[in-house]
Each structure stands twice: as structure tokens, then as C-alpha cells.
């Protein structure tokens, strides 16, 4: 049992009390695991603490509107980007995680140490001014002034860096929020949207939740997201439900993969960008698939749901989009989902990963930045 030894304060160390910063990041971890749920209590933390609520609007992390509700700003939500993106980065310390480089040269955003001779039609922004200065120098044979010709310029050489449109598929369903599985999801998405503000200004991101049904998130809806809600118990389901016509109640908490991919490449479809990939993190077989106009729920897991799924990844591979599957394992009762990641893996030419919550932020942000193929320009 611990000890603790009791003593009068003194007044020889001084109270410390917590910074809006730490606060708003403890705040955040009960936001990663709960979602707008925790949002709902700061009107009784005003009650109990007012104090730490005033804090963390003074400091701009959330925010009150007039109907006295609170949201996270988005200083807030680039804070909680950010965050998780140093949490990956310190991990990933010895892997040395790098920028979507390519062997192409030529106008881009990533500045070498090499230069070159400038050319008509280089950006001046680019200047090498000691590498030019020499050039002028050993041409005039020293003396001052130093005159610059044309012929002295030099500008730094930059690498071609690929844009690449990215979908990253978030599974919704009842059985992520245990092991902390749906959290750790969304921690690597906020890093991927907090690396690609930082770094890959022309890359396009969009996050897709998906559970019976898919939807996109933005930054804020993803923050305050959760698992859905386990609605029935039966231990084995067979419904068909309309959508054109849905009834009442719709339980929500199925696994949808083929609904998310082809919400997926319906997004992708629209952008330019060469490069596509979608990036699926899920943690069990699909069981439930769209036929026609109607819904399918089925458990356990049925081939039929898995052939259903196992087409619209075919469609995704012949749009030229890779696919990288990871599935979320935390016990041995998850071979089916293991084998069902490998067949999608053979079927989209793509890769598929196994991993528990705590691993998975590595795998991704390396499958993202793997992902993005070199194209030359034309």
C-alpha cells in the first residue's frame, strides 16, 4: 500500500497551478474518447469550476454561443492536430519520417542544399546569393564592386514533390470503442489533417466515418465523434431495410466497409490529383453491404456481405485508387478479419496491416506517405 507523509506548507515551493494549455490538452484526451459528450459537461464544470471553463475561453481553446452551448475553436482543433502530430513524430524518432519526395527535379516545395544555373523561367525566390557572388567574383578576378551578370546567377535546385488525394476510411462501428480502438483512430487522422496543413499544402484529405452507413467528417465533427451506439443484442441478424424509405429506427452500429469505399471513391472521382489512395482502419468483417435500393444487415459475418465489399474494391483498383487496409487486433478471435484484410489486399494489389490501437499511428502515417506514387511531369 503507498504511504504518504503529511506536512504544514511552508511557503519554500511555490503553487503551480495548471496552465490553459495543459488543461485544454486533458480536456482534449476525454474528447478523443468520448466525443461531444464531454462537451456537454463544461456547463457543469461552470457550475463546479468556473474558474478552469473561463480559462480555457480566455485562452481561445472553446467557445460558448448564445444558446449556451460550447465548442472546441479552431485554435482548439489545430492544438489537438498538432498534439497528436508530435506525439507520432517522437515515436516515430527512429524511423526518421520524411516528406513525399521524388527522384523528379524541377519547380516544387522542397528547397536542396544542391544549386544550379539559372534559367529562364526559375523562380528568383530561389537565388543561391553566395553560390552567385562567387560565380561573379572568379569571373571579374576579384575587386570592388562585384558585378553580377546573368550568366552568374545560380538558384537553388528543389525536388517535385507528387499532390495525392487521400480518403481515409474510419470504422464507426459499436466494437471500436473498446481497447481504446476508436480514440487512437482518430488521433492519426487529426495527425494526417495536422501533417498535411504543415507540409503537403496541395494534398487533398477527407475523413469518412462509416458504420451501417458513411458519412464525411470535417475536422470539428471528427474531434467530437464516437462510436455508435450498439442497438440490438440478438446473436444472429438478417434485416433488409429500404433506402429510399428507411423505417423510424435504423440500428447503426454494423460495419459498412463497401458503403464507405464507395462514398470514398465518389470523393475521389472528383479530384484531380493523379495520385488517390484510400487508407480503410477497421476492426471487424463487414456485416452489413448495400444491394440496390435496400440495406442488408447480416450476423455473424456472411460470404455474401464479404463478395459485395470485395466488388467495390475492384471498382476502387480499376479507378487506379490503392487501397491500405489495417486491421485492428486486440485477441484471438479475429481471424476472419484478418483473412478478409488479405483477400482486399489481393484483390486492390494493395497492402493490409494487422496492428493493435497503440502501433497503429506509425503504420499509417508511413502507408501515407508510402502511398503517394511518383509521377514525372509531362
Same mark, same amino acid.
Given at each position: 500500500?503507498?504511504?504518504?507523509? =503529511?506536512?504544514?506548507?511552508?511557503?519554500?515551493?511555490?503553487?503551480?497551478? @495548471?496552465?490553459?494549455?495543459?488543461?485544454?490538452?486533458?480536456?482534449?484526451?476525454?474528447?478523443?474518447?468520448? +466525443?461531444?459528450?464531454?462537451?456537454?459537461?463544461?456547463?457543469?464544470?461552470?457550475?463546479?469550476?468556473?474558474?478552469?471553463?473561463?480559462?480555457?475561453?480566455?485562452?481561445? =481553446?472553446?467557445?460558448?454561443?448564445?444558446?449556451?452551448? =460550447?465548442?472546441?475553436? *479552431?485554435? +482548439?482543433?489545430?492544438?489537438?492536430?498538432?498534439?497528436?502530430?508530435?506525439?507520432?513524430?517522437?515515436?516515430?524518432?527512429?524511423?526518421?519520417?520524411?516528406?513525399?519526395?521524388?527522384?523528379?527535379?524541377?519547380?516544387?516545395?522542397?528547397?536542396?542544399?544542391?544549386?544550379?544555373?539559372?534559367?529562364?523561367?526559375?523562380?528568383?525566390?530561389?537565388?543561391?546569393?553566395?553560390?552567385?557572388?562567387?560565380?561573379? $567574383?572568379?569571373?571579374?578576378?576579384?575587386?570592388?564592386?562585384?558585378?553580377? &551578370?546573368?550568366?552568374?546567377?545560380?538558384?537553388?535546385?528543389?525536388? =517535385?514533390?507528387?499532390?495525392?488525394?487521400?480518403?481515409?476510411?474510419?470504422?464507426?462501428?459499436?466494437?471500436?470503442?473498446?481497447? +481504446?480502438?476508436? %480514440?487512437?483512430?482518430?488521433?492519426? #487522422?487529426?495527425?494526417?489533417?495536422?501533417?498535411?496543413?504543415?507540409?503537403?499544402?496541395?494534398?487533398?484529405?477527407?475523413?469518412?466515418?462509416?458504420?451501417?452507413?458513411?458519412?464525411?467528417?470535417? /475536422?470539428?465533427?471528427?474531434?467530437?465523434? %464516437? *462510436?455508435?451506439?450498439?442497438?440490438?443484442?440478438?446473436?444472429?441478424?438478417?434485416?433488409?431495410?429500404?433506402?429510399?424509405?428507411?423505417? /423510424?429506427?435504423?440500428?447503426?452500429?454494423?460495419?459498412?466497409? @463497401?458503403?464507405?469505399?464507395?462514398? %470514398?471513391?465518389?470523393?475521389?472521382?472528383?479530384?484531380?490529383? @493523379?495520385?488517390?489512395? $484510400?487508407?480503410?482502419?477497421?476492426?471487424?468483417?463487414?456485416?452489413? &453491404?448495400?444491394?440496390?435500393?435496400?440495406?442488408?444487415?447480416?450476423?455473424?459475418?456472411?460470404?455474401?456481405? #464479404?463478395?459485395?465489399?470485395?466488388?467495390?474494391?475492384?471498382?476502387? #483498383?480499376?479507378?487506379? $485508387?490503392?487501397?491500405?487496409?489495417?486491421?485492428?487486433?486486440?485477441?484471438?478471435?479475429? &481471424?476472419?478479419?484478418?483473412?478478409?484484410?488479405?483477400?482486399? #489486399?489481393?484483390?486492390?494489389?494493395?497492402?493490409? %496491416?494487422?496492428?493493435?490501437?497503440?502501433?497503429?499511428?506509425?503504420?499509417?502515417?508511413?502507408?501515407?506517405?508510402?502511398?503517394?506514387?511518383?509521377?514525372?511531369?509531362?
Amino acid at each position: 500500500m503507498p504511504s504518504f507523509e =503529511y506536512s504544514k506548507f511552508d511557503g519554500s515551493k511555490k503553487f503551480s497551478p @495548471q496552465s490553459a494549455d495543459q488543461l485544454f490538452d486533458k480536456f482534449s484526451e476525454f474528447l478523443m474518447d468520448y +466525443g461531444d459528450a464531454v462537451l456537454d459537461s463544461l456547463n457543469d464544470w461552470e457550475d463546479e469550476n468556473p474558474d478552469v471553463v473561463e480559462m480555457l475561453v480566455k485562452q481561445g =481553446y472553446v467557445s460558448k454561443d448564445r444558446d449556451g452551448t =460550447y465548442s472546441v475553436t *479552431p485554435k +482548439g482543433l489545430k492544438r489537438v492536430e498538432n498534439k497528436a502530430l508530435e506525439s507520432l513524430f517522437q515515436i516515430q524518432n527512429k524511423d526518421k519520417l520524411g516528406r513525399h519526395e521524388t527522384e523528379f527535379r524541377g519547380l516544387g516545395q522542397m528547397k536542396t542544399e544542391e544549386s544550379k544555373p539559372y534559367e529562364y523561367g526559375d523562380p528568383v525566390s530561389n537565388l543561391n546569393m553566395h553560390e552567385t557572388l562567387k560565380n561573379a $567574383i572568379y569571373r571579374q578576378g576579384g575587386g570592388s564592386p562585384v558585378s553580377i &551578370h546573368e550568366e552568374d546567377l545560380e538558384i537553388f535546385d528543389t525536388e =517535385y514533390q507528387t499532390s495525392c488525394a487521400t480518403v481515409v476510411l474510419i470504422d464507426m462501428s459499436g466494437s471500436m470503442m473498446h481497447y +481504446g480502438k476508436y %480514440a487512437a483512430a482518430k488521433r492519426v #487522422a487529426m495527425a494526417l489533417q495536422g501533417l498535411v496543413r504543415s507540409r503537403y499544402q496541395s494534398d487533398f484529405l477527407q475523413i469518412v466515418g462509416f458504420y451501417t452507413y458513411a458519412t464525411a467528417m470535417s /475536422e470539428r465533427d471528427l474531434l467530437n465523434s %464516437a *462510436p455508435k451506439q450498439v442497438s440490438i443484442f440478438d446473436p444472429y441478424v438478417s434485416l433488409r431495410v429500404p433506402l429510399d424509405q428507411p423505417p /423510424e429506427f435504423v440500428p447503426e452500429h454494423f460495419t459498412n466497409i @463497401q458503403a464507405g469505399l464507395q462514398f %470514398a471513391r465518389r470523393i475521389l472521382k472528383r479530384q484531380p490529383a @493523379q495520385n488517390q489512395q $484510400i487508407i480503410c482502419i477497421t476492426d471487424g468483417e463487414p456485416t452489413a &453491404h448495400i444491394e440496390g435500393r435496400e440495406m442488408v444487415l447480416l450476423y455473424p459475418p456472411a460470404e455474401k456481405t #464479404a463478395r459485395h465489399t470485395l466488388n467495390e474494391v475492384k471498382r476502387c #483498383a480499376s479507378d487506379g $485508387i490503392q487501397i491500405s487496409s489495417f486491421a485492428l487486433i486486440e485477441d484471438y478471435f479475429y &481471424h476472419g478479419l484478418v483473412n478478409f484484410v488479405e483477400q482486399m #489486399a489481393i484483390v486492390s494489389k494493395g497492402i493490409c %496491416a494487422t496492428c493493435n490501437a497503440q502501433d497503429m499511428g506509425n503504420m499509417v502515417i508511413n502507408s501515407f506517405v508510402k502511398g503517394r506514387k511518383t509521377k514525372a511531369r509531362v
